[in-house]
């Protein structure tokens, strides 16, 4: 299979054959899929007019490009099929529930609140939660977490709801957009002193667009003014058609700041989902969810709120969430009490992940952490070769020079590894808050608390050229040797401000360099020769340092700058021209000044560039 040279280039030709690359994948990723040398992949992709390196992600066109050039057929693997492949090797699946129906029980609607700005969606949330501090448990203190879950007594039964903490569709949709459906069931407040609006329509088009039924919260009847059957009307133009207009949808009117009729509110959310949706999921696997908020908490390290979707969460179990993983340390509700189980609708808080997960990722429990731990890390990198083919311009070879020759933006990549979260949050924060004007940019790519490892270093590389700073960390086995390797800069410091200093200076490095003179020789004026054409010539004794030909002179007399700005036009020694005199020898200097006197200095510099202060 030889192939006709491309621009020069051998390479194998595919003969259309069917090759799969993920999104964000490098030439070294392709090479290897054709077994390949990815020098020759980044000549040819030179030779199509790009200028890629070997190590960066490049775009889906130009991996199809490549791929046409070559005669291979090229599919690009989304990142969802990637992520069910890679669970489907580990022997994983998500989203489904195990077994048959008879595995299969009730759980409890999950709701998100959305509505217009100001129609009252964050104080309803309040209200229901403080209308229920849970049966008797007063004096929990209820904490933000990102989600609750409360019970309300319908025809004497006692039923859960659990609601999402983050109002408005801004939330559900960045969820949706995740592939996370979290939500079952909508409650649109509406003002009743203010009616449908902007964001009112909006809402209602996400609902329907996710196929989620609608509970609506007509709010602020306790205002002069309100008007809820205006409401009612209002929506039936949205396909929304109240019960008592014979229509299918509930409508409550509420005050969501006297708190006045929350429990009919979550009555009508217990009906809707009962009559319109089918909420079972089997309890009795390993559980499955999403991560719905996520932090890096000072003292707890990464916390995130999940919400179990199916199966039962327990402490001890090794989880993934997106690209973090870990163990349940410890698991508390909303109200700070600690749980050692979460069913399906339940949210809790989670400690013990090593990393922070992104809102909307999904998680599930796997057999082991070392399983937890090799997905995390597929995903993790996956991420990063996808956010990294997002921030990096494409560059044609033309765009490269030119951006290289004017120095135009410049940016300096940085990897933070600490030893405990705090650390590195607090370097994270203080490095964010240097200040070196626009030219310079400081982009902090990956954080994260734990030794130094090959993977950083690969991320550095990838990144072109990042520097990892280790805050009270060491580089594990290997990592070293690839930075040695790669050229990679790794920095360790035990104190932020010497770390913070030093970056600092990096960053004044980076920008565009200011010169100084710095003083080579001093030559003292002897004799002067009349030089037909050239003028006046100094006849010298070299005192310090060199005279270099073409290098910069003034004239110093008696201490005072005679002239300034001058060059070493001509330098001799004996009747030879040299390009250099040393301290202790004689010379004859030009300067292309003519006032010069005996006993007056030569003094010689160079313009060098001045380290930043
Ligand atoms: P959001 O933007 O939809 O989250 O609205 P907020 O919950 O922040 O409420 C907006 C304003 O309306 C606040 O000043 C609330 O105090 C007020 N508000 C909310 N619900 C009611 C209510 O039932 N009655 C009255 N009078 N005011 C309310």
Not at 128 to 157: F, K, L, P, S, W
Not at 331 to 355: F, I, K, Q, W, Y
């Amino acid at each position: 299979m030889q192939a006709p040279a491309i621009g020069g280039v051998n390479a194998p030709r595919g003969n259309g054959k069917v090759i799969r690359l993920a999104q964000g994948a490098t030439l070294t990723d392709f090479a290897e899929k054709i077994g390949a040398n990815p020098a020759s992949l980044v000549a040819i992709m030179m030779h199509l007019g790009e200028m890629v390196t070997a190590t960066q992600s490049v775009t889906e066109e130009s991996l199809q490009l490549l791929g046409a050039e070559l005669d291979f057929n090229v599919q690009v693997v989304s990142p969802e099929d990637e992520d069910r492949e890679l669970l489907e090797s580990f022997d994983l699946e998500f989203g489904e529930d195990e077994g048959g129906e008879e595995h299969l029980a009730a759980r409890p609607p999950v709701v998100t609140v959305m509505g217009h700005v100001d129609h009252g969606k964050t104080k309803l949330l309040d209200a229901i939660r403080n209308a229920n501090v849970v049966a008797g448990e007063a004096g929990g203190i209820t904490q933000h977490i990102g989600a609750y879950q409360v019970a309300t007594e319908v025809d004497g039964e006692e039923r859960k709801i659990t609601f999402i903490d983050t109002p408005g569709h801004e939330a559900f949709s960045a969820m949706r957009a995740r592939g996370a459906e979290t939500t079952d069931l909508v409650v649109l407040v509406v003002a009743a002193d203010d009616g449908v609006k902007p964001q009112t329509t909006e809402a209602i088009d996400h609902a329907t667009a996710a196929g989620v039924p609608i509970v609506v919260a007509v709010n602020k009847i306790d205002k002069e003014g309100a008007d809820p059957t205006k409401v009612r009307a209002q929506l039936t133009e949205y396909g929304l058609v109240a019960e008592e207009f014979g229509g299918q949808t509930l409508f409550v009117d509420v005050s969501a700041k006297q708190g006045e009729n929350i429990e009919g509110l979550l009555e009508a959310i217990v009906l809707t989902a009962d009559a319109e949706l089918d909420l079972r999921a089997n309890p009795d696997q390993d559980a499955q969810g999403v991560a719905i908020e996520a932090h890096l908490d000072k003292g707890r390290g990464p916390v995130a709120t999940v919400l179990v979707q199916r199966g039962t969460l327990r402490i001890g179990d090794s989880i993934v969430a997106g690209g973090a993983h870990g163990r349940v340390r410890a698991m508390l509700d909303e109200n700070g009490e600690h749980v050692d189980e979460a069913t399906p609708s339940r949210p809790v808080l989670v400690l013990g992940l090593t990393a922070v997960p992104g809102a909307g990722d999904s998680f599930l429990v796997v057999e082991d952490d070392r399983m937890a731990r090799q997905i995390a890390d597929k995903r993790a990198a996956r991420k990063r070769n996808a956010e990294l083919l997002r921030s990096r311009p494409k560059h044609s070879l033309e765009e490269l020079f030119n951006e290289l020759s004017k120095g135009e933006r410049q940016e300096l990549l940085l990897i933070l590894k600490g030893d405990v979260s705090g650390s590195v949050e607090a370097l994270e924060d203080s490095l964010l808050k240097i200040d070196v004007g626009d030219e310079v940019n400081l982009r902090i790519i990956r954080r994260g608390v734990g030794a130094i490892t090959q993977d950083d270093v690969n991320l550095a590389v990838a990144s072109d050229g990042a520097v990892i700073i280790g805050f009270n960390v060491r580089p594990e086995r290997n990592a070293q040797e690839v930075a040695d390797r790669e050229g990679i800069d790794i920095r360790y410091y035990s104190v932020i401000y010497q770390a913070i200093e030093e970056v600092e200076a990096a960053l004044k490095g980076l920008l565009k360099p200011e010169f100084e003179q710095v003083q080579l020789g001093t030559a003292q004026i002897r004799a002067i020769f009349k030089v037909p054409k050239i003028g006046n010539i100094a006849g010298c004794m070299v005192q310090s340092g060199t005279v270099n030909r073409n290098s910069k002179a003034r004239l110093v007399r008696e201490g005072r700058v005679i002239a300034d700005n001058l060059t070493v036009s001509s330098l001799r020694r004996e009747k030879d021209d040299v390009t250099e005199v040393r301290e202790g020898f004689e010379c004859g200097i030009g300067i292309g000044y003519q006032d010069l006197k005996i006993d007056d200095v030569i003094e010689t510099f160079e313009m060098r560039e001045k380290p930043r202060s």
